[in-house]
């Protein structure tokens, strides 16, 4: 039997077909006023490593040599690139650095991104004179990657080339189309990144500390804090709020910059900070969030560690992989987990035939220097952190020391 | 290919591009429809085409074979061919491992140390629903409930007809077949029911993702939980449950509408059941009603003795269809010793009047404790072994005994389970009740819809695979 079709048919099947097509279209349509509406756009899961990739291409036209200390919000924190620029020049060798630690990724994330800077820069033709590569061991951990694998999706689409989501389409075309979906239709956000972003706050809760809070110091820590937001707006009249800032290199502000008064003030702060309560509530927060005590390393992390090390290798002159100092009166990792860090830093050094520099128990940073359990604080811990790397880069001779 | 995802709504958008506009006789877009289902078949695996190509072509010509043989002994050996190959292919990528690790583990209650490996064969998704779709047209051809169809090609398309093909409906061959004779076309009334179907069964896919995440934290838990999340966890797996297949079915049923073809109803408000029996009627309906027609009645039926050993023995066969693990058997004889119980007891005179009260608070009550008996279901069917489910029922009517303490916000995850699982039966109520009547308001109808996908396409995860894929 021969069905022959009318045009009654097809026109039944055309308004089909535009049901579908115009259905999802304001469907999807819908999704992104959503997002915008609220605030929920690929910048608010990436601001800050968009805005410094998008200033590759102004780092590469530099005609100084150049310098990058890529790696997590540690780096963000305790690497002053202008202060680095005037003393590695006073020793000698000039060079323009650029802060590249970012909180909230992980390796996975920091790969791509890495992917990124080393094709911006074979695309310019130009290399970079030193790499600093931070190995922060608890972004390595299973913990970790588990807290941040709705968002893995997300990162790939916003940091991901369309050539590298045809090879994911080759693979996997489910994971490739939904790939090309969340980068081009859903503006960057996919589903489970808006729900975790939504329902973030429904999370079971994690162990608190029992030490109370030191009230004093809470009540004059926001004081102080509305001190120093005065004064920076003082200081710096014609900042804008750019989240990575191109003029100062993708770091903070400066102690040379700052007076001594609000240096002073800086200090109170950081002590403000630095209360037991806090301290032991962002230590447990960490073993919550990262297994920072345990540290047990998810393999595929690692792996992704040793390509980001090895796209910098193929763009720099000199690589080098660090691990930043911890606060050892906080965080005291068990002899498993020191076993277990042994074995990654084994493993990456065999990958890259790099010696990674444990700067972990630096006897020049104290627990004094940090604002909580990990990160240093900028006036004090960055300050001295990023003297030291000047010195371990342009060694003296003994004798020059001494003298 | 999962149909809450983008890549199937590429494919739907192209094949009906090419059905609706290209291919325009009804030879054409039967073999368009098997080449397309074969394709979305073969995005999960196409190493297991040539499976069920194979059982649709032996089935076919032994359908034939048996309606050309004289009564007797030798339709009966061809039908038993049928059954057999197809029984055989679940056995061997299926129930084989199952099999050989239960043996290995009761000879070593013995102290005999057997060592044999197990196969670890890729199970074939939708396996279990095609073969007893396939199984139905052979059965029925050899009753004479059906005349063999001629046209390999059809019967094929008919049983790999992408919409049903990895998670059912199970259609009967009867129910299936003719449509594919006729290929209906589809009428937009029809239509605008699939597109609300589709985007109910989104819905429900949604909800049933979102409830994944407390049942997990219950059933996962690496140490004890609390009573509290204890019952959140049972509830959120039953609205998971119900969300992820009753959400498939709806979507698969809707898609066949918007291409013509009709797909009975699978599910019809399984937890307003009022009894073990009532939810069977309501729960997985194609599947129940197979396991009756072509096992339960074969095997003697309400016939007098057997009766309640043959529905325990439907039961657990049907739990094993679930799945190849005692906790599926275990839940396959739960159910059957509830049925079982439900019929004597509505037999005696003593509870006569309970069994067909219509009052109001004797039907709420029924009404709870069949919900409740469910529920404890659920916990056999979700736990990982029979050790973790007999845990979690203990933990459940641990009241009064030292537990943890509800987690922060436990009391709100709790309300928003039980919301859920209320909302999804609400709206497949309004949809069953009012569904056409809705449809006929544009204005309301289509706004209702986008705004729902909208939601859906929000905050759904579309990476998660229905859990019906499994079985």
């Known amino acids: 039997m021969n069905l022959s079709t009318s045009s009654s048919e097809r026109a039944l099947f055309a308004r089909i077909f535009l049901a579908i097509l115009l259905g999802m279209g304001a469907a999807l349509g819908l999704v992104r006023l959503f997002h915008v509406s609220t605030g929920i756009t690929a910048d608010n899961f990436l601001g800050r490593v968009l805005q410094a990739k998008a200033a590759l291409p102004r780092i590469t036209r530099e005609s100084q040599e150049l310098a990058m200390f890529f790696g997590s919000s540690m780096v963000q924190a305790g690497f002053s690139p202008r202060q680095f620029d005037r003393e590695m020049a006073e020793r000698g060798m000039p060079v323009k650095s650029f802060n590249f630690g970012f909180g909230g990724l992980n390796p996975l994330f920091q790969d791509i991104l890495s992917r990124r800077v080393r094709e911006q820069f074979e695309r310019d033709g130009r290399r970079l004179k030193i790499a600093l590569i931070e190995f922060n061991p608890f972004q390595a951990t299973i913990t970790r990657r588990n807290g941040a694998r709705e968002a893995e999706e997300t990162m790939l689409a916003i940091l991901g080339t369309p050539r590298e989501f045809l090879r994911v389409l080759m693979e996997d075309p489910e994971r490739g189309v939904r790939l090309f979906n969340i980068r081009y239709l859903r503006d960057g956000i996919s589903a489970e990144a808006f729900t975790s972003f939504v329902a973030g706050g429904m999370a079971p809760p994690r162990a608190r500390t029992g030490i109370p809070e030191d009230e004093a110091a809470q009540s004059r820590r926001r004081e102080l804090d509305k001190i120093l937001d005065r004064r920076f707006e003082e200081d710096y009249p014609d900042h804008e709020d750019e989240r990575w800032h191109y003029g100062w290199q993708g770091g903070g502000t400066i102690p040379a910059e700052r007076s001594a008064e609000t240096l002073a003030l800086f200090d109170e702060f950081y002590a403000t900070l630095r209360t037991e309560h806090r301290l032991d509530d962002d230590r447990l927060h960490r073993i919550h969030s990262a297994d920072i005590i345990e540290l047990r390393f998810d393999p595929e992390l690692i792996e992704a560690f040793i390509g980001i090390v090895k796209n910098f290798q193929a763009i720099s002159d000199r690589v080098e992989v660090l691990m930043l100092p911890k606060n050892g009166r906080w965080i005291e990792n068990t002899p498993e987990a020191e076993r277990r860090l042994a074995a990654a830093v084994a493993r990456i050094e065999e990958a890259t035939g790099l010696s990674l520099h444990n700067d972990r128990e630096l006897p020049a940073i104290t627990p004094e220097m940090f604002v909580d359990t990990t990160h240093l604080a900028r006036y004090t811990g960055g300050v001295a952190y990023t003297r030291h790397l000047v010195e371990v880069l342009t060694p003296q001779p003994e004798t020059t020391a001494t003298r | ?471």
């Open chain 2, 1 to 471: 290919m999962i149909f809450n995802t983008p890549l199937f709504f590429a494919f739907f958008v192209v094949f009906l591009l090419f059905y609706g506009f290209v291919f325009l006789q009804r030879r054409p877009r039967v073999y368009f429809i098997l080449v397309a289902s074969l394709v979305f078949y073969g995005a999960w695996n196409y190493a297991f085409i040539p499976l069920l190509v194979g059982s649709a072509v032996l089935d076919y010509f032994l359908a034939q074979a048996i309606a050309a043989a004289p009564a007797g002994r030798r339709r009966k050996t061809l039908l038993g061919i049928s059954i057999a190959v197809n029984l055989g292919i679940l056995a061997v990528f299926k129930y084989a491992d199952f099999a050989i690790g239960s043996v290995v583990d009761f000879l070593q209650l013995f102290g005999y140390q057997a060592s044999v490996s197990s196969l670890e064969l890729i199970l074939p998704v939708g396996i279990s629903f095609y073969t007893f779709q396939s199984m139905s047209y052979t059965i029925d051809v050899y009753r004479g409930d059906m005349q063999p169809r001629k046209g390999l090609v059809e019967f094929t398309a008919a049983l790999a007809f992408f919409p049903q093909l990895v998670a059912g409906p199970i259609l009967r061959a009867r129910q299936i077949l003719p449509q594919f004779h006729k290929l209906p076309l589809p009428t937009w009334v029809n239509a605008k029911h699939g597109f609300l179907l589709i985007t109910v069964g989104l819905m429900k896919k949604t909800m049933a993702d979102l409830l994944a995440v407390p049942a997990a934290a219950a059933f996962d838990a690496q140490g004890p939980i609390s009573l509290m999340e204890s019952w959140t966890g049972v509830l959120a797996f039953a609205g998971q449950i119900y969300g992820d297949f009753s959400g498939y079915s709806d979507m698969a049923i809707g898609l066949a509408l918007l291409l013509g073809f009709q797909i009975p109803l699978n599910f019809r408000l399984p937890y307003f059941a009022v009894s073990p029996v009532d939810f069977w009627r309501r729960w997985h309906i194609s599947l129940s009603s197979w396991l009756r027609d072509y096992l339960y009645i074969p095997l003697g039926g309400n016939r007098r003795g057997n009766r309640y050993c043959n529905i325990f023995i439907t039961m657990l066969l049907g739990g094993l269809w679930h799945g190849a693990a005692w906790t599926f058997v275990a839940w396959g004889a739960f159910h059957g010793a509830l049925i079982g119980v439900t019929h004597k007891l509505g037999e005696l005179r003593l509870f006569a009047p309970f069994a067909h009260s219509r009052s109001l608070w004797i039907r709420i009550f029924k009404w709870a404790l069949t919900f409740y008996l469910v529920l404890l279901g659920w916990v056999l069917f979700r736990a990982t072994s029979l050790e973790g489910a007999w845990q979690m029922l203990v933990t459940l009517h641990s009241f009064g005994a030292v537990l943890p303490s509800p987690s922060h916000g436990a009391a709100l995850v709790l309300g928003l389970t039980a919301a859920a699982l209320l909302v999804m039966h609400l709206v497949d109520y309004g949809v069953l009740q009012h569904g056409e009547r809705l449809a006929q308001k544009p204005w309301g109808f289509w706004p209702a819809l986008v705004t729902v996908q909208a939601l859906c396409l929000m905050i759904g995860e579309p990476s998660s695979e229905f859990i019906y894929f499994q079985f």
